[in-house]
């Protein structure tokens, strides 16, 4: 986990803690917030044994009970020999529910026994078997909503909800942005580096996706790249247009004046040049100084060659 944040130095903290024990914990927040890392986390600070992740989300059809609870030989047809399922791997260890949401609700009740008794059947056996482990689960819902709705059990909301941990999202945490993207940098790059205006502009954009969508992004642009020095038109689309949608605004509020006494803006008196006019004279300027090189002028403005192509075709321009 990388950062120096106090919101993420809590997390460690209380995830080292709850390492020694043995209590269920529930980890809430928005996808991409590194919740199986926390519980990786916990687990680590724990006695060992296996840490099995059972994706929730996975469990439709008729098999996802003999995905948990495994099943004997002969039981349905195509079961040639016994199979153990995921609960009895996470035996001494750990299981991860991760997305515990999704879990079909016929599925939550045959979890609540488990979670009671430490018992469960493989599907086509008359053996109980025992499986002891911690449970961990994530979700990015609202499972006190969802209980109310009656698309979660309470009785098992109960069950889990012994101590709850919500991660920040990473606009909550941008003290974080120049770890984790150094971080990313080491792990998926060659050599590679930020501008100073990328960095600027990766630190401005929200991150909906969170870490996760940070980690795409940077390995996306060193995908694609192969100087050392990473600019802002080597930046994916949706943070490109973050861009021009941050400049516009910055535009809009340059039209105005400091506010007159009754609070009112009090607009400029000078002519203001349009935008599509100054971004058209921009484009200009940097094709006529690269002698026409496309790529060079994407650089020099900041933007993708593809939004440059669009742009000049928009704007009627030959180079």
Sequence with gaps: MVGQSARLKQVLRLATRLGRGQWPVLLLGETGTGKELVARTIHQAGPGGPFVTIDCTSLVGPLMESELFGYAKGAFTGANTSKMGLIEHADGG??????????????????????????????????????????????????????????????LYFRLNVVTMRLSPLRDRREDLPSLISHFLDLHGNGHMLSSDLLDLMMSYPWPGNVRELQNCVQGMVAVNTGPILH????????????????????????????????????????????????RQAIIRALEYTKGDRVMASHLLGIGRTTLYRKLKEYGIKS
Excluded: W, Y
């Design 94 to 155: 750990t299981a991860f529910f991760d997305e515990i949401g999704e879990l079909p609700l016929e599925l939550q009740g045959k979890l609540l026994r488990l979670l009671q008794e430490q018992e469960f059947r493989p599907v086509g056996s008359l053996q109980v078997k025992k499986s002891k482990f911690r449970v961990i689960a994530a979700t990015n819902r609202d499972l006190a909503a969802e209980v109310q709705k009656g698309a979660f059990r309470q009785d």
């Design 232 to 279: 802002v038109g080597d930046a994916p689309s949706h943070l490109q247009h973050h861009r021009e949608s941050s400049s516009m605004g910055r535009l809009s509020l340059a039209t105005c004046a400091a506010p007159a006494s009754n609070g009112e803006p009090i607009p400029i008196v000078q002519p203001v040049i349009p935008l599509a006019e100054m971004e």
